[in-house]
Structure formats: C-alpha cells, structure tokens
C-alpha cells in the first residue's frame, strides 16, 4: 500500500526579512482507510501550546453541585429502563453508568470513572478505565438484547472542557444506534484487506507503528484528523459487545499508555471513540482513534478552525507530526 502525501510549496515576502522572498511548505496527507485529508504545515508558533492552567483550581470551583459527585449522583442522575437493567444503574468496580439525560443516541449512557473522582488529571487515569469499559460494554449489551435494532455501538469520551465535556467531573458516554455514524459508516465500508495492508505497511515502514499490546496494535495516524492522534485495533470483534474480559483489560491498559504520553506532551484535554460496526460483521476489526485538544488557556484558542470543521481536514503544526508523536511514544506499547 502506497501511504499518499503531497508536499506543496507556496511564496510570500516575509516581515522579519526586510520583506524578502521566502518559501512556505505544507504536506497534505490521505488517510488509507476513509480518504480524509489532513495538512502539517509550517507555523510561526507552535498551535497546540502544553498545559499551564490552574486545573486543580478549576476543580475546587466546579466540585460544589457536580451532578457526578457522590453527595448527588444517585439523586439527580437518571436510570435505565426497568427492561433494559432493572436494577436503574450499572455498577462495575469503581465504575457507575446510567441513561445520558441528552440522548445523543436512542440508546445514550454515561459512566463515571468514579465518583470520588471529580479531578482526574491524565497521567493519574489507571486501572479504574477497566470498569468504566466494562460497565459501558454490559450497557450496550443490554441495549441490543432489548433494542435489536441497534447494533451501531460506540464507546467515546470528551475530557475535560475543550473536548466538548458539559461536565468537569471525568466520565465517558456511550451509544447504541440503529443508524452509523458518518465515521463508523465510513470505517465499516473499508475492504477487510484495507485495514490489514495499513498495518503490515505501518509495520513494515516503523516511524508511526507503536507497537502492540497482546493482541491489539496501536498506530500514529498518518493522516489524523486532529493533534496526536494515536489508533488501536482489535482484530476479531467488530463490535464493543464482543469484547471479552481479558480484551478490555488490554485496551484499557493500552488506552492508560496512551493518556500518559498525552500528560507527558503536556496535553489535558481529549476525545476517544471506539467505532464498533453490528456484531459478527466479517473482517471489520473494532478500531479506536484518540486525539487531543487544545488545552484550557486565557485567551483561549480553540483547534477546530473552518478547516476541521467544515472542511474535515485537520492541521497540524511541525511540533506535533505524526512521527514526533511516535517517537515520543518510544515503546510503551510494546509488550
Ligand atoms: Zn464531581
């Protein structure tokens, strides 16, 4: 498989050189599997600045009235339809889940990590993500046994404010559909080959492969569609239902990797979404991409321009490429 880039030189007069003649650069990559774009480009200042916000701050004041906090989280949370889990909550080690109160889904959850937990930085999530996965798993099982229609399963999470999070308080979301999401459509139409001609290049070309944890192989994205964005997949399952209990202790073992090198990038902030296709869909390997977002700052700017979000292409700046990533990653991964 050939990974498609294009390298494109442009010219303007430059401020700091009297006005001389100088040349800019982009790179624009494809991504092999959806075809989305994504640029890296040369900037004057590095767009995705590490973390220096009070957070812990930040969560002394939000910590008053947090809905997920033990003092009212089993008041003022909902629960789940008696013939979905009669029990109205799903409790898994530290883990607590019941119904999201804006349903993004027809089957919409939520699960806090702990609710003791109102401040989680990144490089402190541990083991407690493996009864968050499972208690989001049991929810999605529960919803297909009662709702058979809805077979488009995803497990995702918005951490902390710029990620979308209307909460402080880490937790994350998951969903049962009966229609894909435009990603999980565009993932599930992908040639089972395709996903494996990915990886054996990834594999064999070694700037971007991070290795593997058992059975499940973690990627640099070539083409990510925003800052350090790093892939996992699962051959075997297509779906989060299938997910077996020693599979999720191994994603969420890789998951806790990948947040620590976010912490050690100086990253707070970000979005995971683990795209599963229906149960027992032939070759489709369940696949997880995370990236970060830009963190918290006074003024603050936002990394969604009009070109991630209109034109689905992310741009990133040279401090965060792609291999700068993987190279940070060392071998964590590897087992
Ligand atoms: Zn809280």
């Not at 109205?88 to 109160?101: D, E, H, S, V, Y």
């Not at 700037?207 to 569609?225: C, K, M, N, V, Y």
């Amino acid at each position: 498989m050939e990974l498609r880039s294009q390298v494109l030189e442009g010219k303007l007069l430059h401020p700091d050189t009297g006005f001389a003649s100088a040349r800019t650069r982009l790179e624009q990559r494809w991504d092999p599997l959806t075809g989305h774009a994504s640029r890296l480009i040369s900037s004057p200042d590095e767009l995705f600045p590490p973390n220096t916000y009070d957070l812990a701050r930040l969560a002394e004041e939000t910590r008053t009235g947090c809905p997920f906090c033990p003092d009212l989280v089993e008041m003022v949370t909902p629960q789940l339809a008696p013939h979905v889990w009669p029990q109205g909550r799903i409790r898994r080690g530290r883990a607590l889940l019941f119904p999201n109160l804006r349903a993004y889904a027809k089957h919409p959850s939520v699960a806090v990590y702990d609710p003791e937990l109102h401040y989680l930085p990144l490089a402190r999530l541990d083991a407690a993500l493996v009864g968050d996965l499972a208690a989001q798993v049991d929810f999605a099982r529960a919803a297909l046994e009662a709702d058979s229609a809805s077979t488009w399963v995803s497990i995702n999470a918005n951490h902390m404010l710029p990620s979308g999070s209307s909460l402080f308080h880490p937790h994350t979301q998951g969903a049962a559909h009966p229609q894909p999401t435009t990603m999980q459509a565009l993932l599930a139409a992908v040639p089972p080959e395709r996903f494996d001609d990915y990886l054996a290049t990834e594999r064999r070309l070694g700037q971007r492969h991070l290795g593997g944890t058992g059975t499940i192989e973690w990627l640099a994205s070539f083409a990510p569609l925003g800052p350090a964005e790093l892939r996992a997949f699962l051959p075997g399952v297509a779906s989060p239902v299938e997910l077996g209990g020693d599979r999720l202790a191994e994603l969420a073992h890789g998951i806790v990797v990948a947040l620590g090198l976010y912490a050690e990038l100086g990253f707070e902030s970000f979005n995971l979404a683990l795209y599963g296709a229906p149960p027992g869909t032939a070759g489709y390997p369940l696949n997880l991409r995370m990236l970060v977002r830009s963190n918290l700052d006074m003024p603050y700017r936002s990394d969604a321009t009009f070109l991630e979000r209109l034109h689905w292409e992310a741009a990133l700046d040279l401090t965060i490429t792609p291999e700068a990533v993987a190279e940070r990653a060392g071998d964590r991964f590897r087992r």
